[in-house]
């Protein structure tokens, strides 16, 4: 039979050949065809893969969120200032409260137009559970009343409220940790609305992490913003005041700025 030309059954084979997959003339290496359709038969036998379910998260991360999640019922549940404060008591999430010796929860008068709000409670006002009462408290009621301000004034206009963002002392006065600040801030939140004052002093980085989500109190002092619904004026911290007198300029400046804030929005 010449090249060109194949019977029928010729072609037949071939067509048989390469439908059952000899589809190459020769190979570099020889190829296993029962091997490959085991392999095969394999692979469809496996049962099918299940689609992963969520990852499981760390566990100290849905702690602090179940840490938040109670702070806000708690806190949302008082409708007192009192209320507030067996809250606070009752709250089991934060660790800071089991090396404390007390609860410090406010100082001054709650019908104060301004609010005060700190960091934490050191040494001295862990021992007599009232924010400011050590050296910085001492600086911070001389600041106030040069501006006719003080916590123990019985009228509205030149009373102050004051608390902490942290209502337990933080051990060997460390700074409080972000998920400190986080787990604290809705009872914070709370307290602001029920005291319901015109204005925020906001003392210090911590306090500023904390009501306006920044850090850096040298470029954020002095400049009015606001938070929760109010003017609220960062500051320099008492303590670092203690420790940079220099920067009582600045401070004095703020004061002024609060005190003039007041006239002008006095009430009728
Ligand atoms: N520093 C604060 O921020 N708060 C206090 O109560 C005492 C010192």
Same mark, same amino acid.
């Given at each position: 039979?010449?090249?060109?030309?194949? &019977?029928?059954?010729?072609?037949?084979?071939?067509?048989?050949?390469?439908?059952?997959?000899?589809?190459?003339?020769? &190979?570099?290496?020889?190829?296993?065809?029962?091997?490959? &359709?085991?392999?095969?038969?394999?692979?469809?036998?496996?049962?099918?893969?299940?689609?992963?379910?969520?990852?499981?998260?760390?566990?100290?991360?849905?702690?602090?969120?179940?840490?938040?999640?109670?702070?806000?019922?708690?806190?949302?549940?008082?409708?007192?200032?009192?209320?507030?404060?067996?809250?606070?008591?009752?709250?089991?999430?934060?660790?800071?409260?089991?090396?404390?010796?007390?609860?410090?929860?406010?100082?001054?008068?709650?019908?104060?137009?301004?609010?005060?709000?700190?960091?934490?409670?050191?040494?001295?006002?862990?021992?007599?559970?009232?924010?400011?009462?050590?050296?910085?408290?001492?600086?911070?009621?001389?600041?106030?009343?040069?501006?006719?301000?003080?916590? &123990?004034?019985?009228?509205?206009?030149?009373?102050?409220?004051?608390?902490?963002?942290?209502?337990?002392?933080?051990?060997?006065?460390?700074?409080?940790?972000?998920?400190?600040?986080?787990?604290?801030?809705?009872?914070?939140?709370?307290?602001?609305?029920?005291?319901?004052?015109?204005?925020?002093?906001?003392?210090?980085?911590?306090?500023?992490?904390?009501?306006?989500?920044?850090?850096?109190?040298?470029?954020?002092?002095?400049?009015?913003?606001?938070?929760?619904?109010?003017?609220?004026?960062?500051?320099?911290?008492?303590?670092?005041?203690?420790?940079?007198?220099?920067?009582?300029?600045?401070?004095?400046?703020?004061?002024?700025?609060?005190?003039?804030?007041?006239?002008?929005?006095?009430?009728?």
């Amino acid at each position: 039979m010449s090249a060109g030309m194949h &019977s029928l059954g010729d072609l037949e084979a071939l067509a048989y050949q390469v439908a059952m997959g000899a589809d190459e003339a020769i &190979s570099e290496t020889p190829v296993n065809r029962y091997a490959q &359709s085991a392999a095969l038969v394999a692979q469809k036998a496996a049962p099918p893969r299940v689609a992963p379910g969520p990852v499981p998260r760390p566990t100290e991360e849905t702690a602090a969120e179940d840490a938040i999640g109670a702070a806000r019922a708690l806190s949302g549940a008082a409708t007192t200032l009192e209320e507030l404060e067996a809250a606070l008591a009752a709250f089991e999430h934060c660790d800071l409260k089991r090396g404390a010796r007390s609860l410090v929860f406010c100082d001054g008068r709650p019908e104060a137009r301004v609010m005060i709000i700190g960091e934490a409670p050191g040494r001295d006002e862990d021992i007599e559970g009232r924010p400011f009462v050590g050296r910085a408290g001492k600086l911070l009621d001389r600041m106030l009343g040069a501006i006719d301000l003080g916590r &123990s004034a019985t009228d509205a206009e030149r009373a102050v409220y004051i608390t902490n963002i942290l209502p337990w002392r933080p051990p060997q006065n460390r700074d409080p940790k972000p998920e400190e600040i986080a787990m604290m801030k809705p009872f914070v939140e709370r307290h602001v609305e029920l005291v319901g004052p015109d204005l925020l002093v906001l003392m210090g980085n911590i306090s500023c992490q904390a009501m306006l989500g920044r850090r850096g109190i040298t470029r954020l002092r002095g400049s009015w913003t606001e938070t929760l619904v109010r003017p609220a004026l960062p500051m320099f911290h008492p303590a670092y005041l203690l420790r940079n007198p220099a920067a009582k300029r600045e401070a004095w400046a703020d004061l002024l700025s609060l005190k003039a804030r007041l006239r002008q929005s006095a009430r009728p």
